[in-house]
C-alpha cells in the first residue's frame, strides 16, 4: 500500500472489504483469507500473493 500511495480506506472501497476487516488482515489477526479476497487484493495493489503473505508457526 505505502508504495502505492494508497490508504486503507481507498483500498477498501476498491476491493470491496469493509475498513474493519481490511484492518484484520492487515495487522496478521484473521485466522483466514478467502483466496478471492486475497486475489481482488493483489489485482488493485498489482502484486502476487507471496507479498502479502508470511508463514507463521501457531503456540510453543
Known sequence: ???R???LNELSEKV???LANLSILKTGKAKAVRFS???AICKVL???PGDLLEF???GP
Open 1 to 3: 500500500m505505502a508504495k
Open 5 to 7: 500511495k494508497m490508504s
Open 16 to 18: 470491496g472489504l469493509t
Open 37 to 39: 479476497t486475497l486475489e
Open 46 to 48: 498489482e502484486c502476487q
Open 56 to 58: 507463521r508457526e501457531n
